[in-house]
Structure formats: structure tokens, C-alpha cells
């Protein structure tokens, strides 16, 4: 069974630039959630899809959007990247149902220079 | 608002020690679930276990262990012989059940010399 896949591994971008990083979720699951990591803050939480709907927003700017195809797919998008938006961004995906745990991917780690 | 405190930045021990990371989470709901997380330096996040907050039972599996008690909003995780490949991040998240994000603690970087 493939775990959850995300592309690109890396990327590097300039100041004001988009991106767009994409997910693969575990066949089978509904919900996808979205993650940001840096040493300064941690995990946070970014957003999490459900059947093609934002079911859960974190506290982050309008820059950070997401949205998940019918086939569970999901992207993030970035707008007008700034430097302190570098980080490793993790995708993690689920069943959506009573909490039955979350599996990550290897994450997109974002240079913004 | 929930949070996770993992009041242990760093640990160190040599190989074939034992080795408790601590977690104190808050939470307002009854219901809600902890996680922990392994982060190796590929970056990837490795399940380890998930918990309900109705199931106080502790549990092994292998070498780890977890100790939940409810009473001091603990989930702690024991790592018996330690070995080098367990040398990682160790994250522990709450999830509560009115959503669906996690939230996780600072992490505890663990290094394990042999």
C-alpha cells in the first residue's frame, strides 16, 4: 500500500513568487491536512480537506490556500512568498472518521530566497 | 485551547540506557486523542501510537512504552535499552474530537551514543 506522496522534495523560490506543492494521499483516504515546520515555530497546523471541502483552517495568512480534487489529491498554494515562509511543509492524510490517526508524507521543504 | 508542553528540548544517553521523554498536554474536551510522532532526519513524521482519553491502559510494543495518566495530563514515552537508530525528533500531539487538526509539542531531540 503507498504511503502518502508529496511533490516536489525540494524547491527553491525568490522573494514574491507563488508555488504550488502537491499531495498524494493513502488510497482510500478522504481527509488531507496540511502542516508547516519551522525551528522557530514548530508544527502548525495550516488547513485540512475532507471530500473536497475545508473542513479546518489554522491561523495563518490569506497567502496560504489549499484545495483537494475528487480523487483526494490535495495542493497548497503560496502567494507572494515571503523569506520567513521557507519551512518543510508535511502532508498528512486520514480516513476523516473518528479520529483513526494520521500518516505523513516526507514533506516538501521550501527555500524562499 | 489545547496546547502540548514537551519540556525537554534535548536528551542525550549512551546506548543500551533507558531513556522517558515527558509530555503534559491541556485540553477542555473529554474527549480528544494523543499522539507521538518519531521525525528522523528525512523529515517524514512516523506514527507511534495513538491514544483515546478513555483508554488509561498503558501500553508496550517492543522496546517503547507510554504511560497516560489523566489525573496530570501526562503521556509519557519510555524508550527501555535505547539504541542509536532511535537517535530522532519525538513529537506529542492532541487531537480533540470537535476538529481534526493536531497539536503538537516543541518536539525532544534525542540522541543516543553508542
Known amino acids: 500500500k503507498a504511503g502518502v506522496t508529496q511533490t516536489p522534495r525540494y524547491l527553491i523560490k525568490t522573494r514574491g513568487q507563488q508555488v504550488t506543492l502537491s499531495c498524494s494521499p493513502i488510497s482510500g483516504h478522504r481527509s488531507v491536512s496540511w502542516y508547516q515546520q519551522t525551528p522557530g515555530q514548530g508544527l502548525q497546523f495550516l488547513f485540512e480537506y475532507f471530500s473536497e471541502t475545508q473542513r479546518n483552517k489554522g491561523n495563518f495568512p490569506g497567502r496560504f490556500s489549499g484545495r483537494q480534487f475528487s480523487n483526494s489529491r490535495s495542493e497548497m498554494n503560496v502567494s507572494t512568498l515571503e523569506l520567513g515562509d521557507s519551512a518543510l511543509y508535511l502532508c498528512?492524510?486520514?480516513?476523516?472518521?473518528?479520529?483513526?490517526?494520521?500518516?505523513f508524507g516526507s514533506g516538501t521543504r521550501l527555500t524562499v530566497v | 485551547a489545547q496546547k502540548v508542553t514537551q519540556a525537554q528540548t534535548e536528551i542525550s544517553v549512551v546506548e543500551k540506557e533507558d531513556v522517558t521523554l515527558d509530555c503534559v498536554y491541556e485540553t477542555r474536551d473529554t474527549t480528544y486523542y494523543l499522539f507521538w510522532y518519531k521525525q528522523p532526519p528525512s523529515g517524514e513524521l512516523v506514527f507511534l501510537i495513538r491514544r483515546n482519553s478513555f483508554d488509561e491502559q498503558n501500553e508496550i510494543s517492543g522496546r517503547y512504552s507510554w504511560n497516560f495518566q489523566k489525573s496530570t495530563s501526562s503521556f509519557n514515552f519510555t524508550i527501555t535499552a535505547s539504541q542509536v537508530v532511535d537517535s530522532a525528533v519525538y513529537f506529542c500531539a492532541l487531537s480533540e474530537t470537535s476538529g481534526s487538526r493536531l497539536t503538537f509539542g516543541e518536539g525532544t531531540q534525542l540522541t543516543v551514543n553508542p
Open positions: 498528512a492524510s486520514s480516513l476523516g472518521v473518528l479520529q483513526t490517526g494520521y500518516t
